[in-house]
């Protein structure tokens, strides 16, 4: 096996320790295997990729010998930033939407859901603030209502 250093935020490295656990090994079955799988290149310029945020982890990603041979273990930094970025958006997409559909099928406020689903994936106050996510689920909150709304029209009482 052939490890690959994925540099991400504190708290996606929570997410994605709890979610594939800490031995990941890259397959095409899943969806993180798929996009690791797709930005892979044989040969690489190089390059020594600095995140942007100090509390930044180390993901790491192992590769078969047959998946190396096949596609490379070189990921460029640009790659590094649109997985994170896709990583983040996934998150917090998933989070919000179950957030709205507690609170409108089962009444349970926002931050219990949101919280409750944080220690989950043992996301830390500090490498996540509630602030942080509450104000990013406030400016998104209406659009998604809305999309549930429309592909689920006969679930919601409004």
Known sequence: ??????PVPAYLYSYLTSKYGSNYVVNATDDLGLIILSVLKKKTIQ?????????????LIYLSFSAFEKHGCHISEQHISQINKLLD????SNLFMYAI????FFDIEYKKTIN??????????????Y????????????????????????????
Do not use: G, H
């Open 101 to 104: 559909v507690n609170k409108e």
């Open 1 to 6: 096996m052939i490890a690959i250093e994925l």
């Open 116 to 129: 409750a689903i944080l220690k989950f994936f043992n996301i830390e106050e500090s490498e996540l603030q």
């Open 89 to 92: 958006q996934n998150f917090r």
């Open 47 to 59: 390059y020594n990729y600095i995140p942007n945020n100090r509390d930044a982890k180390t993901y």
């Open 131 to 158: 602030a942080t996510i509450r104000k990013d689920f406030n400016r998104k909150k209406k659009k998604i209502e809305e999309r549930l709304q429309k592909d689920n029209f006969y679930f919601f009482k409004k």
